[in-house]
Nanobody, 127 residues
């Protein structure tokens, strides 16, 4: 049984930093691409950042470039999203997801390419 679990969300002030974590079990973690997506009540789920099974193929949405860093530790079956210079518009539910490596290489950081999802962790940014 595949389980994907996010943690690390919370309340942070504008300009602050937060690190999200995601652990996955029940799948070959070192053979799947991983990604972060986010959603608000008024917007569809959108991609934030993704990386390949070995961390070599990284994608960041434009809003994430220069502020967010995605990484993974395959020995710990864990992926991270380090977020800095947070803005009010970064407030959202953040979801972690896994995709087969071949699917990611072909389709990239597309929501539809990812088949295993966590329940999300809430990020709130206060001004």
């Amino acid at each position: 049984q595949v389980q994907v679990v996010e943690s690390g969300g919370g309340l942070v002030q504008v300009g602050g930093s937060l690190r999200l974590s995601c652990t996955a079990s029940g799948l070959p973690f070192d053979d799947v691409a991983m990604g972060w997506f986010r959603q608000t009540p008024t917007k569809e789920r959108e991609e934030v950042s993704c990386l390949s099974h070995n961390g070599g193929n990284v994608y960041h949405a434009n809003f994430a470039k220069g502020r967010f860093t995605i990484s993974r530790d395959n020995a710990e079956n864990t992926m991270y999203l380090q977020m800095s210079s947070l803005k009010p518009e970064d407030a959202a539910m953040y979801y972690c997801a896994a995709a087969p490596s071949g699917t990611y290489e072909r389709y990239g950081c597309m929501r539809s390419a990812f088949g295993y999802w966590g329940l999300g962790t809430q990020v709130t940014v206060s001004s």
